[in-house]
């Protein structure tokens, strides 16, 4: 979500960036490393620039926190649920078990309730009495066996309803958080606003424009080939969703954020990745950024904030930030921490 309009180490401008993009297949093998060119007089001011990257900066560290939040709250809600069905279903075992003892223990009354010997004594048909007498000593060895059944129900009963009302606490908890990081999101992105509406008018015409841009058309993919047929199909997955809005807390297929877009474009190629760039950093196997290749993901600043898709000729597809759309950025837009083969 951060401005990726910053100079980057080797002092570059966006205007620079977007010119050395647009001669991305004559200098595929340069565009890995920073990007060099001379600074555009129609930039915003560095002061207004500045606080503009640091403030979508700061929101995109809070929106994966967002999105971490709301992962553990969606799992949560089906252990809940399941917790839950398991409650209920135990219940209903412990209902029918109940009601076979009854029919047990009434049948006894019913057939001997008074003393055996008496019973025997008063019988008019002997035989018969003991072929009774029988059964009843067959149900009560069941009675004995269905009573330590249902205390033993009973007892998973109670753990199912205490492991139930513990996550339902948890979910509760996680709900807590989801809404607080929901509210940091919101506040720096509300804050970057003020700023950007606070630069001068030609300073924000000129944000609004880089903001707009879909960096053209990216170039064939000559320089090296995916990884595996899952990459090239993430990779096409991904290249679908050039100009559609960066939506924080989105992972399509209308909107993303930046670990939005690769999670649905690795889902599209049938690989299930984690909903975090700092989780879908260690996706994979991690190689150096000289060997990428189409599919690969590139992990941004120390904390693994941002992340976007190594597409070929030195160009990555992300989701950059609130006003810009999914796009072509060179690699080196930011200080890369890592690359994953997935």
């Not at 209308?254 to 975090?276: E, H, I, K, N």
Request: hydrophobic share 40%; proline share 6%; glycine share 8%.
């Amino acid at each position: 979500m951060a401005s990726h309009r910053r100079p980057s180490q080797s002092g570059l401008t966006q205007s620079a960036r977007v010119t050395v993009l647009s001669a991305a297949a004559a200098t595929a093998a340069a565009a890995l490393g920073a990007t060099v060119a001379s600074a555009a007089p129609q930039e915003p001011s560095p002061s207004g620039q500045a606080a503009v990257d640091r403030l979508f900066e700061e929101a995109e560290r809070a929106t994966e926190q967002f999105d971490k939040a709301d992962e553990h709250a969606k799992l949560l809600r089906d252990q809940v649920k399941q917790a839950q069905d398991g409650v209920a279903r135990g219940q209903e075992k412990i209902n029918r078990m109940r009601g076979a003892l009854g029919a047990i223990a009434g049948a006894q009354y019913r057939s001997g309730g008074i003393d055996p010997a008496l019973a025997l004594l008063l019988s008019s048909n002997p035989a018969t009495y003991l072929d009774q007498a029988a059964t009843l000593d067959r149900l009560g060895e069941r009675q004995s066996g269905a009573l330590q059944d249902l205390r033993h129900e009973q007892r998973h009963l109670a753990q199912q309803r205490a492991e139930a009302s513990r996550k339902l606490a948890e979910l509760e908890r996680s709900r807590t958080d989801v809404a607080r990081h929901k509210r940091t999101v919101e506040s720096k992105l509300a804050e970057a606003r003020r700023v950007l509406n606070a630069l001068p008018s030609a300073d924000r015409a000129a944000f609004d424009r880089a903001s707009r841009s879909e960096r053209g058309e990216l170039p064939p993919l000559s320089d090296s080939a995916p990884a595996s047929s899952r990459a090239a199909a993430a990779v096409m997955a991904a290249r679908s969703a050039i100009g559609k809005p960066y939506i924080w807390g989105a992972n399509g297929p209308s909107g993303f954020d930046c670990s939005g877009l690769m999670q649905w474009s690795y889902a599209r190629a049938g690989v299930g990745l984690p909903r975090t760039s700092q989780a879908q950093r260690y996706a994979g196997r991690q190689v150096p950024l000289s060997e990428a290749k189409p599919g690969d993901l590139v992990a941004y600043r120390h904390d693994a904030s941002h992340i976007a898709m190594y597409v070929g000729n030195g160009q990555v597809v992300h989701a950059p930030y609130p006003g810009a759309p999914v796009r072509y950025d060179p690699v080196g837009m930011m200080p890369v921490s890592s690359v994953t083969r997935v």
